[in-house]
DNA sequence: CCTGAAAAGCTTAGGCC
DNA sequence: GGCCTAAGCTTTTCAGG
C-alpha cells in the first residue's frame, strides 16, 4: 500500500492511453503498429498500468437521454459544521439518480451530480438530500448543455 | 437524423449494459451465460445498442492522481448577457485541462470541470477563462474528495 | 422478425530469448 | 522489447422458430 503517488509513465504510455481512452475496447494487434511496438510488448505496457493503478478499469459511454434520463443537474449543497464529511456521501450514494459526490474546500461543502428522469424525480432527489444529516441548505444547477472531452 | 430519443431498451439491454459499465473490455461470451443468451445474441445486443445510439463508445478510466495531475476543481463562471452559450465552450475545450463545460441554467451561466497538475496549474487555466468572452466573474470549487458511480 | 450453433480467422496469455 | 504457441474469443454464415 506504499507506493508512489505518481507512477513513471513515458511518452508511449501516453499514447497508449490516448488510444484506450478514443476507444476502450482496441485490440493489442491494433495499437501495436501506431505504437511502433509488438502486439506482446503493448499487452506487457496496459498490463502493468493496471497494476501499478494508473488504468483503473474500462466501462461503456451510454447516452443517458436514450435511456430516458434527460434531466441532468448539480446540487450544491451546505451542511453544518458538525456533519462529517462520509454522512452527505453514504446518504447521496445510496440515491440511484446520484453519479458522483464532490467534497469542496470552502462553500458550498458538496457538489452532487445527478441523473433524473424528469423534474419530478430530480425533485425527488434533491428532497432526498436535503434529509440526508443536518443540511443547511441546497442550490441545484440545472445543465442545459454539454462539452466533454473525448 | 429524425431517431427517437429514447431508443426501446429492455430489461436484458439494461442487465448488459450494467455489465460493460463494470467492465468495458468483457468479452460476449463471458456475458452471454450471465444473460441467459449465445454469444450471437450477446453480440447483436451490442451492436444493435451502438446503432441506435445508446452505447456511444468505450473508454479507459485513468486515475488522474497517479498521472500527476492532482488537483481538481470545478469553476463557476458568469458572463455577459451577451456572450453567446457556444463562445465559452469553444474557448474552454481548447485548455487541455478543462476536461468538461456544463452550460447552466440561472446563475452560474456555465460549470467548468478542470484538472490540474498544481495549484499553479489551475491558476493559469482560471485566468484563461477569464479572458474568454465577457466574462464578469468566476467562482472555483477546489475539491477534496470524489465518489463515483462505478 | 427474432434466436442459436458451428467454423474460420483473429486476439490474447504466457513462456522463452 | 520481440518471437512463438496454445487457448480462447469474435465474427460470419447458415439453419430453425
Redesign the interface.
Known amino acids: 500500500m506504499d507506493e508512489p ?3 513513471d ?1 513515458d511518452d508511449t504510455d501516453h499514447r497508449l ?1 490516448a488510444l ?6 482496441r485490440t493489442f494487434s491494433d495499437m501495436a503498429p501506431r505504437l511502433g511496438l509488438s502486439v506482446a510488448a503493448v499487452k506487457r505496457r496496459v498490463d502493468r498500468l493496471r497494476e ?12 443517458a ?4 434520463w ?1 434531466v ?1 443537474a ?1 446540487t450544491e449543497v451546505r451542511y453544518a459544521g458538525s456533519t462529517p ?1 462520509g454522512d452527505i ?1 453514504s446518504t ?2 445510496t440515491v440511484p439518480e ?9 462553500d ?1 461543502d458538496a ?1 452532487v451530480q445527478v441523473r433524473a428522469r424528469d423534474l419530478a424525480d430530480l425533485q425527488r432527489v434533491i428532497d432526498r438530500l436535503r434529509r440526508a444529516g443536518t443540511i443547511t441548505g441546497t442550490k441545484t ?10
Open positions: 503517488r505518481v507512477a509513465v492511453l484506450l481512452r478514443e476507444d476502450g475496447r501499478t493503478g494508473v488504468i483503473t478499469g474500462f466501462t461503456v459511454q451510454v447516452d437521454t436514450r435511456l430516458g434527460g441532468e448539480f464529511v456521501v447521496a450514494s446520484v453519479q458522483a459526490v464532490y467534497t469542496i474546500a470552502g458550498p457538489l444547477l440545472m445543465v442545459l448543455g454539454r462539452w466533454t472531452r473525448a
